[in-house]
Nanobody, 124 residues
Framework: EVQLVESGGSLVQAGGSLRLSCAAT????????IGWFRQAPGKEREGVSC????????YSADSVKGRFTISSDNAKNTVYLQMSRVTPEDTGVYYC?????????????????WGQGTLVTVST
């Protein structure tokens, strides 16, 4: 059974930094694409950043390029999202996602599993 457990969400001031973690179990890490979505209050979920573990391809939303960095520790089956220079528009629930065919062609399709989410709140 695939399980994704996010952590690291908290209240942070605008301009600050935060690191989210996602511990994954139940699948072989290098065989899947993994990444992050978010959902702001009153808005639809949107893709944030992802990486194709097998080829290392990274795809990020324009809104976070240059500010957020996705990385992974394959030995720990953990993926991270380093968030910097956050703004109130980054507020939302952040979800860790994984899929066998996810993030292979710079699209947000192919998600097979979702974590429960971790809340990030950016204050002014």
């Amino acid at each position: 059974e695939v399980q994704l457990v996010e952590s690291g969400g908290s209240l942070v001031q605008a301009g600050g930094s935060l690191r989210l973690s996602c511990a994954a179990t139940g699948f072989t890490f290098p065989d899947y694409g993994i990444g992050w979505f978010r959902q702001a209050p009153g808005k639809e979920r949107e893709g944030v950043s992802c990486m194709g573990i097998s080829d290392g391809n990274i795809y990020s939303a324009d809104s976070v390029k240059g500010r957020f960095t996705i990385s992974s520790d394959n030995a720990k089956n953990t993926v991270y999202l380093q968030m910097s220079r956050v703004t109130p528009e980054d507020t939302g629930v952040y979800y860790c996602v994984v899929g066998r065919w996810f993030c292979l062609s710079n699209t947000w399709t192919g998600v097979d599993y979702w974590g429960q989410g971790t809340l990030v709140t950016v204050s002014t």
